[in-house]
């Protein structure tokens, strides 16, 4: 049974490019029923032209589990969207929001910021094509644009399209001078703008992205009016932090999750993935984190790391990694 993706998204994990593949996505899931779950950006090309449809591959335990597509051509990418759709996911995401030069080559990403009525176009084809949510997310602008102009305007162009729902990473993208990973943390971020947009345009269910690293900053975001809180790199570096307790906190229902309990229920999983030829690193990258901050987490990050590179390792190598691992109880 699918999840309403909209009231999912009062917190999220945001699409990271080479961490949020189906195997992360599976280690939260488990941490939190309700959290909304993106997918690695796929390219609209790489689906309609590439026929990669590898890429959409999912387990029916991620529900709600959102597709996120890069692409500008707006026929292109209602095709892809109706590849996810098909496929069963429960919203198609837009990425208007991604700085890399790979991404501004393919004419899509944060450079779409300068271009709304492209986005626009897209946005109205994408929703022609499915029937579940299309959604969008976008800087507060890119270069020397000026914030306070461009993403009201910006707003305005997607919300006739029929988009009613977004999610701001409340800094601009420096296309030229700054790497991708120098676009996450320079330039300033304004949450005040976004807070603004919230007002400005009340029937669009807002959420914040960008340097939101709790859920106490997370619930701060929601008390003052918006609609969520999308977390990206702390969720997936100390995702028991983020996700554990994301249910009864931010959702008000279920109870904190165990993190020990989710390494013993990742086993059939594992065993899963081993018996159709994958390897054992494949998922536990993804599970690192989990101890973060905890007694046992350096052993822990130790004994996975490599342990789960040789070949043939099995669940085994997650519950040797354990033994050095306190309890909750201990904690």
Same mark, same amino acid.
């Given at each position: 049974m699918k999840n309403n993706a909209q009231k999912a998204a009062r917190l999220s994990v945001a699409p990271m490019m080479d961490w949020?593949? @189906?195997?992360?996505?599976?280690?939260?899931?488990?941490?939190? !029923?309700?959290?909304?779950?993106?997918?690695?950006?796929?390219? &609209?090309? &790489?689906?309609? @032209? !590439? =026929?990669?449809?590898h890429l959409l591959d999912?387990?029916?335990e991620e529900h709600p589990v959102a597709l996120q597509l890069g692409g500008s051509d707006p026929q292109e990418?209602?095709?892809? &969207?109706?590849?996810?759709?098909? &496929? =069963?996911?429960?919203? /198609?995401?837009?990425?208007?929001?991604?700085?890399?030069? @790979?991404?501004?080559?393919?004419?899509?990403?944060?450079?779409?910021?300068?271009?709304?009525?492209?986005? %626009?176009?897209?946005?109205?084809?994408?929703?022609? %094509?499915?029937?579940?949510?299309v959604t969008v997310k976008c800087r507060i602008g890119v270069d020397d644009q000026d914030p306070e102009?461009?993403?009201? %305007?910006?707003?305005?162009? /997607?919300?006739?399209? !029929?988009?009613?729902r977004v999610t701001i990473h409340a800094r601009k993208a420096w296309l030229k =001078?700054?790497?991708?990973?120098?676009? @996450?943390d320079i330039p300033p971020l304004d949450y005040d703008l976004v807070h603004r947009m919230k007002g400005a345009f009340p029937d669009l269910h807002i959420s914040i992205n960008g340097g939101i690293t709790s859920l106490e900053q997370a619930r701060t975001h929601l008390d003052a009016g918006l609609d969520g809180v999308m977390i990206g790199r702390a969720a997936y570096h100390q995702p028991t932090d983020i996700l554990a307790e994301a249910d009864p906190l931010i959702f008000g229902t279920g109870k904190a999750a165990d993190p020990i309990e989710v390494v013993h229920k990742m086993v059939p999983y594992v065993e899963a993935h081993l018996a159709a030829g994958g390897r054992l690193?494949? /998922?536990?990258?993804?599970?690192? =984190?989990l101890f973060a901050g905890r007694p046992g987490a350096r052993a822990w990050r130790r004994v996975l790391?490599? !342990?789960a590179v040789h070949e043939g390792a099995g669940p085994e190598v997650m519950l040797q990694a354990l033994e050095g691992v306190a309890p909750l109880a201990e904690v």
């Amino acid at each position: 049974m699918k999840n309403n993706a909209q009231k999912a998204a009062r917190l999220s994990v945001a699409p990271m490019m080479d961490w949020t593949d @189906r195997h992360c996505r599976y280690v939260h899931r488990l941490l939190s !029923g309700q959290t909304l779950l993106y997918t690695e950006m796929v390219t &609209a090309p &790489a689906l309609v @032209r !590439g =026929g990669a449809m590898h890429l959409l591959d999912f387990s029916p335990e991620e529900h709600p589990v959102a597709l996120q597509l890069g692409g500008s051509d707006p026929q292109e990418l209602a095709q892809a &969207a109706r590849f996810g759709s098909d &496929a =069963g996911y429960d919203e /198609i995401n837009l990425n208007c929001g991604c700085p890399s030069d @790979r991404v501004q080559s393919g004419t899509f990403g944060a450079v779409l910021m300068k271009e709304p009525g492209r986005v %626009a176009e897209c946005v109205s084809a994408m929703r022609d %094509a499915v029937d579940v949510e299309v959604t969008v997310k976008c800087r507060i602008g890119v270069d020397d644009q000026d914030p306070e102009e461009v993403l009201p %305007a910006f707003l305005e162009h /997607i919300r006739a399209a !029929g988009c009613a729902r977004v999610t701001i990473h409340a800094r601009k993208a420096w296309l030229k =001078g700054l790497s991708p990973k120098e676009n @996450r943390d320079i330039p300033p971020l304004d949450y005040d703008l976004v807070h603004r947009m919230k007002g400005a345009f009340p029937d669009l269910h807002i959420s914040i992205n960008g340097g939101i690293t709790s859920l106490e900053q997370a619930r701060t975001h929601l008390d003052a009016g918006l609609d969520g809180v999308m977390i990206g790199r702390a969720a997936y570096h100390q995702p028991t932090d983020i996700l554990a307790e994301a249910d009864p906190l931010i959702f008000g229902t279920g109870k904190a999750a165990d993190p020990i309990e989710v390494v013993h229920k990742m086993v059939p999983y594992v065993e899963a993935h081993l018996a159709a030829g994958g390897r054992l690193h494949q /998922i536990t990258r993804h599970m690192l =984190g989990l101890f973060a901050g905890r007694p046992g987490a350096r052993a822990w990050r130790r004994v996975l790391s490599e !342990g789960a590179v040789h070949e043939g390792a099995g669940p085994e190598v997650m519950l040797q990694a354990l033994e050095g691992v306190a309890p909750l109880a201990e904690v």
